[in-house]
T-cell receptor, first 114, second 113 residues
Framework: DADVTQTPRNRITKTGKRIMLECSQTKGHDRMYWYRQDPGLGLRLIYYSFDVKDINKGEISDGYSVSRQAQAKFSLSLESAIPNQTALYFC?????????????FGPGTRLLVL | GNSVTQMEGPVTLSEEAFLTINCTYTATGYPSLFWYVQYPGEGLQLLLKATKADDKGSNKGFEATYRKETTSFHLEKGSVQVSDSAVYFCALMANQAGTALIFGKGTTLSVSS
């Protein structure tokens, strides 16, 4: 079984709809992240959480919200989707025990907003 | 602020050719440096990392040396294979509390037989 899972893997929605992307991990890591990937722009950080009670905005948090329901679960919501939120979304986890931080990525969710 | 700059792609090579993908960084202090690889249709996987100046990270025939004097972490492989075709991302982690990974924009490598 994969260590970091994302659901759904693909989603098509319409402008103005609320959607949620979910991420679960079995690695036991405290830290979780949401990124979006756009062609030619690499990965940009949306939100990150260093533990259940700690949520931080990343580079491009506008239009998004997150919920850290448990150590293993970190959800990303688009309250009112717009077409420029069409992208590939990645969840990642990490810990800093035993050395420098290494992030482990999920397989991604491809989102299309019409 | 902290940033990572990678050479733009795509990079197109024949099998067994030598590969270099340039990466330079701007950061305060002494960051940790990483190369991630993304195969078609998949998430990112850690390829190699280095945590201090002159460290060499290596994995699957790829190498990169942390050069503080030139603020660089270039990725190299002596003989590429078709299966190396992927997008490669250079990234840094500033060694300060409460920071996250900063990625370059990625370089697409295409290897033909």
């Amino acid at each position: 079984d994969a260590d970091v899972t994302q659901t759904p893997r693909n989603r098509i929605t319409k402008t103005g709809k609320r959607i949620m992307l979910e991420c679960s991990q079995t690695k036991g890591h405290d830290r979780m992240y949401w990124y979006r990937q756009d062609p030619g722009l690499g990965l940009r950080l949306i939100y990150y959480s260093f533990d259940v009670k700690d949520i931080n905005k990343g580079e491009i948090s506008d239009g998004y919200s997150v919920s850290r329901q448990a150590q293993a679960k970190f959800s990303l919501s688009l309250e009112s989707a717009i077409p420029n939120q069409t992208a590939l979304y990645f969840c990642a986890t990490s810990d800093r025990t035993g050395g420098p931080e290494t992030q482990y990525f999920g397989p991604g969710t491809r989102l299309l907003v019409l | 602020g902290n940033s990572v700059t990678q050479m733009e792609g795509p990079v197109t090579l024949s099998e067994e050719a030598f590969l270099t993908i340039n990466c330079t960084y701007t950061a305060t202090g002494y960051p940790s440096l990483f190369w991630y690889v993304q195969y078609p249709g998949e998430g990112l996987q850690l390829l190699l990392k280095a945590t201090k100046a002159d460290d060499k990270g290596s994995n699957k025939g790829f190498e990169a040396t942390y050069r503080k004097e030139t603020t660089s972490f270039h990725l190299e492989k002596g003989s590429v294979q078709v299966s190396d075709s992927a997008v490669y991302f250079c990234a840094l982690m500033a060694n300060q509390a409460g920071t996250a990974l900063i990625f370059g924009k990625g370089t697409t490598l295409s290897v033909s037989s």
